[in-house]
T-cell receptor, first 111, second 119 residues
Framework: RKEVEQDPGPFNVPEGATVAFNCTYS??????FFWYRQDCRKEPKLLMS???SGNEDGRFTAQLNRASQYISLLIRDSKLSDSATYLC????????????FGKGTRLHILP | EAGVAQSPRYKIIEKRQSVAFWCNPI?????LYWYQQILGQGPKLLIQ????????DSQLPKDRFSAERLKGVDSTLKIQPAKLEDSAVYLC?????????????????FGPGTRLTVL
C-alpha cells in the first residue's frame, strides 16, 4: 500500500456541482494533514488544514477519519476557478519525521 | 511580505553536468524544505532543514545531490553529475515551525520553483 494515495482523476465536474476527493494514508501514526492546491505550472499553496473534528472554510469542507485512515475534501457550488490539482499532505511527527505529498487529484470544472 | 525566492527559474543542462539552485526563504522562517516534483506527480521531499541543521534527508540521493544552509537562512541544492531522470521542478518551501521535538508542522510557503531539463 502506498504511503499516501489519491485518485489522480481527472474529475470533470459541471459548474455549481459538488465534488469530493478522498486521500488514504498507510501510517497510523500520522498526525497532521493538509490539502494543498496547485494550479498548472505553479507552486502548491495551502488550501486548508484538516483537523480531527473536521473543518469548513466557505465552500470547502475537510474531514479526517482516523479509523479508516483517510481524509476527504468536499467542494460545494464549484466554480470555474476551482479547476486545479488538489494535493493531500500527510505529516508524521516523532523520531522519524516524514512529510509525504500525494500525487494529486486533477479537477476540471466545466462551464 | 516577500515570498520564497528561487533562482534560476529555468535551467537546461546536458547529462553529467553540474547544476546548483538557490533559495531564500521567508524572513524568520526556521524550516526550509527542498522538493523534487516530476511531471504528473506530487512533490517529493528531498531534504528538510531546521535552521542550519538537517531534520530529514532520507530521500536525498546523496551520491549526486547535496544541499546546505550554512547560516540558517538561504540554501543551495546541487546536483553533480546530473542524469536524465533528474528533469523535474525543484521547489523550495519554508515554514515558521517545522516538525520534530514535539513541534507542529505549520503552513509551508513555496517558491516558484526551478524547472530543470537534463538533455
Amino acid at each position: 500500500r502506498k504511503e499516501v494515495e489519491q485518485d489522480p482523476g481527472p474529475f470533470n465536474v459541471p459548474e455549481g456541482a459538488t465534488v469530493a476527493f478522498n486521500c488514504t494514508y498507510s501510517n497510523s501514526a500520522s498526525q497532521s494533514f493538509f490539502w494543498y492546491r496547485q494550479d498548472c505550472r505553479k507552486e502548491p499553496k495551502l488550501l486548508m488544514s484538516v483537523y480531527s473534528s473536521g473543518n469548513e472554510d466557505g465552500r470547502f469542507t475537510a474531514q479526517l477519519n482516523r479509523a479508516s485512515q483517510y481524509i476527504s475534501l468536499l467542494i460545494r457550488d464549484s466554480k470555474l476557478s476551482d479547476s486545479a490539482t488538489y494535493l493531500c499532505v500527510v505529516n508524521t511527527l516523532g523520531r522519524d519525521d516524514k512529510i509525504i505529498f500525494g500525487k494529486g487529484t486533477r479537477l476540471h470544472i466545466l462551464p | 511580505e516577500a515570498g520564497v525566492a528561487q533562482s534560476p527559474r529555468y535551467k537546461i543542462i546536458e547529462k553529467r553536468q553540474s547544476v546548483a539552485f538557490w533559495c531564500n526563504p521567508i524572513s524568520g522562517h526556521a524550516t526550509l524544505y527542498w522538493y523534487q516534483q516530476i511531471l504528473g506527480q506530487g512533490p517529493k521531499l528531498l531534504i528538510q532543514f531546521q535552521n542550519n541543521g538537517v531534520v530529514d534527508d532520507s530521500q536525498l540521493p546523496k551520491d549526486r545531490f547535496s544541499a546546505e544552509r550554512l547560516k540558517g537562512v538561504d540554501s543551495t541544492l546541487k546536483i553533480q553529475p546530473a542524469k536524465l531522470e533528474d528533469s523535474a521542478v525543484y521547489l523550495c518551501a519554508s515554514s515558521s515551525i517545522g516538525g520534530g521535538a514535539g513541534g507542529h508542522y505549520n503552513e509551508q510557503f513555496f517558491g516558484p520553483g526551478t524547472r530543470l531539463t537534463v538533455l
